[in-house]
């Protein structure tokens, strides 16, 4: 657990709070939002990586970016899961989404670890 108040810290929250924001509001943007079960899936997701990084912005912990992690698994598995893999952009966003999720929530573990390697003698 630290306070995000390093610039790394805030970048990536930052950045995750924007790619749960771009995730809301792709069914929209990418013109899927007939489409049900991608569409709710999006929005879903979405607004849960809005939540954990709106609270990652005030102290991070470790235990929410493993649920960051999860979700970006979830969404790179949810075309399949949700059988939703032939439609182009649904599919290719939630991958999208879900790999840059995992990225930076990986970068945020390491950067924890780290710090906590570096503080023990």
């Known amino acids: 657990m ?14 995750s709070l924007m790619l749960g ?3 809301i509001a792709a069914p929209w943007y990418l013109g899927y939002t007939a ?4 569409c709710w ?4 997701s979405g607004g849960a990586v809005a939540f954990l990084s709106l609270l990652a912005l005030i102290r ?4 929410l970016e493993y649920l960051t992690a999860a979700l970006g698994l979830w969404l790179c598995a949810a ?15 939630h991958v999208g989404f879900g790999l840059s999720l ?14 906590r390697a570096s503080r023990t003698v």
Do not use: K, Q, Y
Request: charged share 20%.
């Open 35 to 38: 489409e049900r079960a991608p």
């Open 2 to 15: 630290r306070a995000a108040n390093d610039l790394e810290d805030l970048f990536l929250s930052v950045w």
């Open 60 to 63: 991070v912990h470790d235990w």
């Open 41 to 44: 899936n999006a929005w879903a």
């Open 79 to 93: 075309p399949w899961a949700l059988d939703f893999e032939t439609t182009v952009a649904p599919a290719w966003s």
């Open 102 to 115: 995992m990225i930076a929530a990986g970068c945020e573990l390491w950067r924890l670890r780290e710090a």
């Open 21 to 23: 924001a771009a995730l």
